[in-house]
């Protein structure tokens, strides 16, 4: 009996102490991000399981995938999760990333109006953006250094002159993909989207969204999604043990199957691809 009550009152007192401390800090991730991972909805769906895998916390800031590298660099985030891979190479080359690794992909498409008024439906994408210049149709470009627009400013090299930024029918909206969409449609323009970003354009409209996909399917039109953590050695402020188990977690074979199951309008967002 002695021998139990001097158990009991050691545990209360542990308690005791424990409560004397107070709660333990919650641990948190800040994650600089493009804006597709965020307009999709899929970062939504995978933080619970990241805090439940892992204890974790994951905070996200969306914008361009410029300002999510300038975000690294500036060490304002832990780990950042991008889509740009010429520009994230040079990142991590010049030091301010480190663990870069592939996690998912999608494509880009050309979509406009349903009438199609500069006549591009089905043609490749260089051709289909020399049409429309030469057309001088509208078109909605985010102007914003993201991903997305990095690309576009590639394609338009592709097609001939380079971007023509400054002429009237070229809109540079400086905002992200969703509302660059949403600017387009207003203004019967074309544009260039992740698909993902469409499908849940498309899906706020029950399938039939005042924009169609026009042009598709092109090698150069593919859309690579990576994960890195910010480099320590330049950043001392960073929870890199968190970054490092960030991309574990999301590379690990369970999140990865989560990642492809997610869908929209019975479309899938985005197709895992982990090394």
């Known amino acids: ?114 009438g199609d008024p500069a006549g591009i439906k089905g043609m490749e994408v260089t051709k289909a953006l020399s049409r429309i210049e030469a057309e001088g149709a509208d078109f909605a470009s985010r102007g914003d250094d993201s991903g997305t627009h990095k690309n576009e400013l590639q394609l338009w090299k592709a097609a001939g002159d380079g971007a023509p930024s400054g002429k009237s029918w070229y809109m540079e909206t400086g905002q992200g993909m969703m509302a660059t969409i949403r600017v387009a449609a207003e203004k019967n323009a074309y544009t260039m989207a992740d698909r993902g970003t469409y499908i849940k354009y498309a899906d706020n409209f029950d399938g039939n969204p005042p924009l169609a996909v026009l042009v598709e399917g092109d090698e150069i039109l593919f859309n690579q999604y990576s994960a890195m953590a910010v480099n320590p050695d330049r950043c001392e402020n960073v929870d890199f043990e968190s970054a490092r188990k960030f991309i574990n977690w999301i590379t690990s074979e369970h999140v990865q199957k989560a990642i492809g199951e997610y869908r929209l309008l019975g479309k899938t967002l985005f197709t895992p691809n982990a090394e």
């Open 1 to 114: 009996m002695r021998l139990y009550r001097a158990i009991v009152s050691s545990f209360l007192c542990l308690l005791l102490l424990i409560g004397a401390a107070g709660p333990v800090a919650a641990q948190d991730l800040l994650l600089a991000t493009t804006t597709s991972t965020d307009n999709t909805g899929l970062l939504d769906e995978l933080a619970p399981m990241f805090k439940q895998d892992t204890g974790i916390k994951l905070n996200w800031t969306a914008v361009g995938t410029g300002k999510a590298l300038e975000l690294g660099r500036n060490c304002d985030a832990d780990a950042l999760l991008v889509h740009a891979p010429n520009a994230e190479k040079r990142y991590v080359e010049n030091g301010y990333g480190v663990d870069r690794t592939q996690i998912m992909y999608n494509d880009f498409i050309i979509i406009g109006p349903p």
